[in-house]
């Protein structure tokens, strides 16, 4: 080919090519559609966002926390009762979390003879009270589970709540409202149910264990003038609870009664030392006789049925003890931290007895009770006396 006919071509050539090479176009990008998000926090917490412009669709998870003594309580702006949400942004949408202050309570519980723990409450009070008990007082917020934990002291026993139905000394409670309450422990009065009590005869302040070949106590008794006698029954008893005895109070006490009776006749009269058989008796205007320490005519008595033994009650009290053990303190009982059992003694005297009795066996009967008046244990005992000259 000649120089001529390859410049021709090369012409050709680039004629051609810029015919078929035509420029790319362009088009230009859409801007996305954007929301607005805003979120607060009422009185009492906060979010954990405060919003902001997002693309649409874009997810956003938003939290409230409530503060110390708030509780979170819903939104504004969205049904959700969850303290946590998450949401996908299709409009504008403003949202608040709201809270409510916690109501606070006042708490008060009080045992006696028993310690107390107690947890889930702000104490601002706690104290000793009377015989090993205790005091506390303070407050919780409402739903605060509380637990209460009583242990009653030894020979003590729980005989139940005031002011909360529980049949337990532990136990939980959700704290809904005030709480006061209290329980009660009352003495084992009878530990091992091993109470018993024992009967003698005497004279004077003497124990007479004169006992015949049939077991019978033989009986001699002071005579005074005018056909007046009298005897010393003895009552032994054993044990009794500490607490029963704190301070003097009584603890045990016993009744008697006797098969023997007799009438009053009219021909006779005598002094009323310490015993009045006829306090029980009226006049015809139904007021009470009161003949003790006086001279009695027996005549304005005459055809009354009197009893043997004077229908009353006599108290066993510290100050009647024989003897203690485990007590600090032999007169006026133990301290509230000390337990111990106690033998106690007294005495009353028995008749008037009329010398018509003499040879006469009578038998006497006790019942007596342990318990300082709190679910007293009943023990019987009974003895047989010879009324001699």
């Known amino acids: 080919m000649t120089n001529l006919n390859k410049k021709l071509l090369l012409v050709i050539l680039i004629i051609t090519s810029g015919c078929l090479v035509e420029e790319e176009e362009t ?43 708030y509780r979170f309580s819903g939104w504004e702006g969205n049904d959700s009762t969850s303290e946590s949400i998450t949401i996908t942004l299709n409009s504008n949408q403003t949202i608040k979390a709201l809270f409510d202050l916690i109501p606070i309570y006042n708490f008060t519980i009080s045992v006696t003879r028993a310690t107390l723990e107690v947890s889930g409450v702000n104490i601002t009070s706690n104290r000793a009270i009377a015989n090993s008990g205790r005091s506390i007082e303070g407050t919780f917020q409402e739903g605060t589970i509380i637990e209460i934990v009583a242990t009653p002291i030894e020979n003590m026993k729980f005989n139940g709540w005031e002011g909360i139905e529980s049949n337990q000394t532990s136990f939980t409670i959700e704290g809904v409202s005030d709480i006061n309450i209290s329980a ?43 056909n007046l006698g009298e005897f010393n029954i003895l ?97 006026s009982g133990p301290t509230p931290s000390v337990t111990g059992n106690c033998l106690l003694y007294s005495k009353r005297k028995v008749g008037p007895i009329i010398r018509d009795f003499i040879g006469d066996t009578i038998k006497i009967y006790s019942n007596t009770f342990f318990g300082c008046g709190i679910n007293p244990i009943s023990v019987k005992d009974s003895i047989s006396v010879i009324i001699m000259e």
């Not at 996305?32 to 979120?39: C, K």
């Open 27 to 69: 088009t230009p990008a859409s801007t996305p559609t954007q929301y607005t998000l805003t979120v607060t926090a009422g009185e009492g917490g906060s979010v954990s966002t405060e919003g902001g412009t997002y693309d649409e669709g874009t997810t956003v998870t938003i939290t409230a926390t409530p503060s110390e003594g």
């Open 184 to 226: 009660e422990f009352i003495p084992i009065v009878c530990p091992d149910d091993d109470c018993w009590v024992r009967l003698y005869s005497g004279k004077g302040d003497t124990v007479i264990f004169e006992v015949d070949e049939n077991g019978y106590h033989k009986v001699f008794p002071r005579w005074y003038s005018a």
């Open 235 to 331: 009552i032994e008893s054993s044990p009794t609870n500490a607490f029963c005895q704190y301070a003097g109070v009584p603890a045990v006490s016993s009744d008697f009664d006797s098969n023997a009776f007799y009438e009053i006749e009219g021909n006779i009269s005598f002094t009323l030392p310490l015993y009045n058989p006829f306090q029980s008796l009226y006049s015809q205007g139904n007021n009470p006789i009161k003949v003790k320490d006086t001279i009695v005519s027996l005549s304005y008595f005459q055809g009354q049925i009197v009893p043997f033994v004077q229908e009353t009650t006599i108290y066993h009290t510290v100050k009647d003890k024989m003897e203690c053990y485990g007590w600090d303190n032999q007169f």
